[in-house]
């Protein structure tokens, strides 16, 4: 993805008043993680207007695929707008939780989980888990205070933190960087 097509997506943010659209830090490393699975299955849990899959893509082999979805119609218009082109990319207009329940019916497996809503985040995060292939990667951000956050938001940050921190079903580190991070690995 180029440049270009992050600019036109924050445009339309602006004219939606969509103001949650990925850090560029978060971006950029989703980028190079997304490329350490070059055939890999991705899953993105909150697509926005797509920003984060911009940078996903970016990062994935001509051989990876990822599903990305997001509850708000006009959000997913303006990702299938400029990202639909994409083979590689499948935007949902879903309610993520019920995406998982179906998702972890079938025994799906990904190798990638970008959890950026709170179902597969901080709520049914054991069917996320559920899906994450061993050596797969599980992603979360926006854990350090944000403005955007909800009255009392801070416990529940933290909570998820220290749950994944001590999941033993995984290895992970916390990265008080960009929007603050937790990037683990399957065991």
Same mark, same amino acid.
């Given at each position: 993805?180029?440049?270009?097509?992050?600019?036109?997506?924050?445009?339309? &943010?602006?004219?939606?008043?969509?103001?949650?659209? &990925?850090?560029?830090? #978060?971006?950029?490393?989703?980028?190079?993680?997304?490329?350490?699975? !070059?055939?890999?299955?991705?899953?993105? *849990?909150?697509?926005?207007?797509?920003?984060?899959?911009?940078?996903? *893509?970016?990062?994935?082999?001509?051989?990876?695929?990822?599903?990305?979805?997001?509850?708000?119609?006009?959000?997913?218009?303006?990702?299938?707008? %400029?990202?639909?082109?994409?083979?590689?990319?499948? &935007?949902? %207009?879903?309610?993520?939780?019920?995406?998982?329940?179906?998702?972890?019916?079938?025994?799906?497996?990904?190798?990638?989980?970008?959890?950026?809503?709170?179902?597969?985040?901080?709520?049914?995060?054991?069917? @996320?888990?559920? *899906?994450?292939? !061993?050596?797969?990667?599980?992603?979360?951000?926006?854990?350090?205070?944000?403005? #955007?956050?909800?009255?009392? %938001?801070?416990? #529940?940050?933290?909570?998820?933190?220290?749950?994944?921190?001590?999941? !033993?079903?995984?290895? @992970?580190?916390?990265?008080?960087?960009?929007?603050?991070?937790?990037?683990?690995?399957? *065991?």
């Amino acid at each position: 993805m180029t440049q270009e097509v992050r600019d036109s997506i924050t445009e339309a &943010c602006a004219g939606l008043g969509f103001e949650l659209s &990925c850090d560029p830090l #978060t971006g950029a490393l989703l980028r190079t993680l997304a490329a350490t699975k !070059p055939d890999g299955r991705m899953l993105e *849990l909150g697509t926005g207007a797509g920003m984060s899959t911009t940078w996903l *893509l970016e990062g994935m082999g001509p051989g990876s695929t990822l599903l990305t979805v997001e509850s708000e119609a006009a959000l997913v218009g303006v990702a299938e707008q %400029h990202l639909g082109r994409d083979g590689r990319v499948r &935007c949902l %207009h879903d309610d993520a939780g019920a995406l998982l329940k179906r998702l972890v019916a079938e025994e799906e497996r990904f190798d990638l989980i970008f959890a950026d809503t709170w179902a597969g985040k901080f709520e049914q995060l054991d069917d @996320a888990l559920e *899906l994450l292939a !061993p050596g797969g990667l599980y992603v979360v951000d926006d854990l350090l205070p944000q403005a #955007t956050w909800p009255a009392g %938001h801070g416990p #529940t940050a933290q909570a998820l933190a220290e749950r994944l921190l001590a999941e !033993p079903r995984l290895a @992970a580190t916390r990265l008080d960087w960009s929007s603050g991070l937790i990037l683990a690995t399957r *065991l």
